[in-house]
């Protein structure tokens, strides 16, 4: 017990001393060290099973946790591992010293998350949180995860999605499209990442999507110093993200320069994530065809089967690819047939 006492003095004194230090007071993620204490401060409450010191832990904690966050808009590096290893310690401690993890996990998501989604350490670190904690956050925080996972699937998304399924390799040929006019977010550091022009982008492009507007306007936001990156914005992008809102017709087909793009995607090397895009799109629309056949009315499921037959001839110019999806197309539209036969009168 004496080692284990001075484990917990060690780990509790670093904790305590980072506030005290002038950069680590407003910057904790800077100190590596930090991350260790709190990830073994951690273990030996686990170990331990002692209430008394997880009480004497969580103040050093909790505010190791607010300095982070109140850091966040100025840090030039990365709070996520900092910030999901104390979530950790809420998540399993939180009853013993009534902490509410609640308004924690809902911070991490908007504050931090928002700024270091393009760490693929954050992110991997934050998927495997998600999984092993899946059954308490459902049972603690139900209405946490559907803002973290939204259900994408409902009747009025469901013909939309089809679409935008079978559009994910086009939407990753525009996304790489303004990530070389804006730099590359994947890999980049903290301070890449917060200066890059990249989500101003995405945000003015959905907007414009989804409000109708014009980016290039005029509006009351064109004078922005942003203006002169958004509006050199490829219009392909812009033509996918039409698709998205509701009762607008697909376009982005026939506008002018879908063939060439598409061309140029097919004759340069595929990148991971085209690669990565390619093969889950059809298992995407596996999970697509068998909740429509199991959960949709037949109305939804009739006014489904002239969109397939549509987009059979409209797809991402991949032989591979368009192989599996035309595969998977035919299938759903057999097993729609045999299930209601009537359709095919219709």
């Known amino acids: 017990m004496s080692n284990g006492d001075k484990g917990w003095e ?20 800077f100190d590596p060290s930090l991350l260790q204490s709190v990830k073994k401060l951690y273990e030996l409450c686990k170990e331990e099973k002692n209430e008394d010191l997880v009480a004497r832990v969580y103040p050093h904690i909790n505010k190791l946790f607010q300095r982070s ?9 990365s709070n996520g591992l900092l910030l999901l ?3 950790q310690f809420f998540l399993d401690y939180g009853e013993v010293v009534l902490h509410d993890a609640d308004p ?14 393009a760490d693929p350490v954050v992110a991997e670190a934050t998927l495997d949180f998600l999984n ?7 049972s603690s925080f139900p209405a946490l995860l559907p803002q973290v996972f939204p259900a994408l699937m409902s009747p009025a998304s469901f013909l939309p999605l089809l679409s ?3 559009d994910l390799p086009t939407l990753v040929v525009a996304l790489e499209k303004v990530e070389r ?14 200066k890059s022009t990249a989500p101003e982008m995405l945000l003015a492009l959905m907007d414009e999507a989804y409000t109708g507007s014009t980016i290039a306007d ?8 942003e203006s002169s990156t958004i509006d050199v914005a490829d219009p392909l992008f812009l033509e996918l993200l039409k698709d998205e809102n509701d009762g607008l017709a697909e376009r982005h087909w026939t506008s002018p320069g879908m063939a060439a793009t598409l061309q140029a995607a097919i004759n340069t090397p595929q990148s991971d994530r085209m690669k990565q895009i390619l093969n889950m799109t059809p298992r995407l629309l596996d999970t697509y065809f068998a909740i429509a056949l199991h959960d949709v009315n037949d109305s939804l499921i009739c006014a489904l089967i002239p969109l397939i037959m549509t987009r059979y001839s409209t797809l991402f110019p991949d032989k591979n690819f368009s192989y599996e999806v035309r595969k998977r197309l035919l299938e759903f539209m057999l097993a729609a047939f045999q299930r209601s036969p009537d359709f095919v009168a219709l």
């Open 164 to 166: 935008s399924l079978v």
């Open 181 to 194: 006019s804006s730099g590359s977010l994947i890999g980049s550091s903290i301070a890449s990442i917060q």
């Open 104 to 117: 924690s996990l809902r911070t991490f998501y908007r504050l931090c998350l928002s700024r270091e989604f």
């Open 69 to 77: 966050v109140a850091s966040l808009s100025q840090s030039r590096t």
């Open 85 to 87: 290893a104390i979530l």
């Open 218 to 225: 005029g509006g009351a936001d064109s004078e922005s110093e």
């Open 132 to 138: 092993s904690n899946k059954k308490k956050l459902l």
């Open 10 to 29: 060690f780990h509790l004194r670093s904790l305590s001393s980072s506030a005290r230090d002038s950069n680590l007071a407003t910057d904790p993620a």
